[in-house]
Structure formats: C-alpha cells, structure tokens
C-alpha cells in the first residue's frame, strides 16, 4: 500500500516536475529530469540559468516538496521565488519537505551540498549568499535567513547597520527543529544546532554542540550519526 501511493504521489508530481525542469534548466539537462517537484509548491520566479546541478544527473535525484506521514503539523504550503539574476546550486542529492520556502533575491546565490536533507516548514531566505555543507540534516521549521529583511536601514551612531551578510554552514552539520541561523553566521563541520537555537554569531571550531540563549557551546568534541 506504501508503495502504491508513492508511486501515486510521484504520477502527481509529474507537470510541476516537467514545467521546473524545462524551465530552468537547459534542454540537454531538463530531459533528464533531476527535478521531482511535489503539487504543494508554488512557484513564481523562475528563469532559465538560475539553477545548476554541480554533478551527474540522475532522474529526481533533487525532491521539492516531499510529503512524509509523521506528526510533524504542515505549516505552509512550498513557495519557491528566484531572481533572475541570482543563482541556486545543487552539488548532489537532496530532499526538500512539504512547506519549503526558497527566495533569492537580485545578486544572491544558495548552494546546497550533496546529500541535503531538511523536514517541513524551512524557509531560505536569500540576500547575499548562504552555502550549505555536504551531509546536512535540519530538522522542521528552521529558518535560514542572511538579511534583516525588508528595505529598513538601522543607523548606529549615524553609521548604517549592514543589512545583509552570507551564511556558511559546514559539512555534516544537524540543526534541530526551531532554530533559526541569520546573518554573518558561520558554523564549523560536524556541529550540532540544538533544539529551538537563535544563531547569530559565528562558531568557527568544529564539532560541537551549540545553542542556548545567548548562544553557546554547550558540550565540545562531539560526533553525531544520521
């Protein structure tokens, strides 16, 4: 029965699939189709060139959309907006859940490591760049954002706050559910994000486990497992 209805779930996701692949990628990579795009996602800007894939094509090898039966509550449905002008990568393999919100804005760009895994409900939010490490696991609703949003300016003694900075996040690094990694964040390999996290400084020494509020390193010299 498992089975049947996956095979049912992909069926449906076939139009969305083709028009995402057609349209952002060249016809010799589209027809291979690495893209399975699930009925959940909106899609509104997209332009040929925007998406690349930096590896061999295998057909939906890159899931948007995923639908999975757990308890984890489907906030949103998926929206995906690209800039024509930006730029989203893809290094291997990944799965995107059900509510997966991706927007780059003008002069931005998103790449995404091999073997990208993130549950329901995450938001990318792109100003300037973030770059996602190989063999990364986040948890459901946890929102990576590298700019304060908006056209406000904050002035600091009459200097003006920078609005955005990239995000780096290492290979092999879990983030748990809730967390939220902003601007000008950099987190080391192997780390883990704990539970309900607000990262907003960087943490350059590899594997440790991070959180609290404010932020800090709760337990060094740590390994984790998928």
């Not at 930006?86 to 003008?106: D, M, P, Q, W």
């Not at 931005?108 to 091999?114: A, E, L, Y």
């Not at 908006?150 to 092999?172: L, Q, R």
Request: aromatic share 10%.
């Amino acid at each position: 029965m498992f089975e049947l209805r996956r095979r049912l779930e992909i069926l449906s996701a076939l139009p969305k699939s083709i028009y995402f692949n057609f349209k952002v990628l060249p016809w010799k990579k589209a027809i291979r189709m690495p893209f399975l795009v699930y009925p959940n996602i909106k899609l509104r800007k997209l332009s040929k060139g925007v998406v690349k894939i930096n590896s061999d094509l295998h057909p939906f090898m890159i899931k948007v959309g995923l639908v999975y039966n757990d308890d984890v509550p489907k906030i949103n449905l998926g929206y995906i907006s690209l800039a024509s002008n930006s730029r989203i990568e893809f290094n291997g393999n990944a799965e995107l859940s059900y509510g997966v919100i991706i927007k780059t804005c003008n002069n931005s760009k998103i790449t995404f490591g091999k073997n990208f895994f993130c549950n329901k409900n995450c938001s990318f939010i792109c100003s300037s760049k973030i770059n996602i490490g190989n063999d990364v696991l986040m948890g459901w609703n946890i929102n990576i954002r590298d700019n304060d949003g908006g056209n406000h300016k904050i002035f600091v003694e009459g200097n003006m706050k920078e609005n955005k900075k990239p995000i780096y996040i290492g290979n092999h690094v879990w983030i748990c559910s809730y967390s939220h990694i902003l601007k000008g964040v950099t987190i080391a390999d192997n780390c883990v994000v704990a539970y309900n996290s607000c990262i907003t400084k960087s943490f350059i020494e590899k594997s440790n486990l991070i959180g609290g509020n404010p932020t800090r390193i709760i337990q060094e010299h740590i390994e984790w497992q998928r």
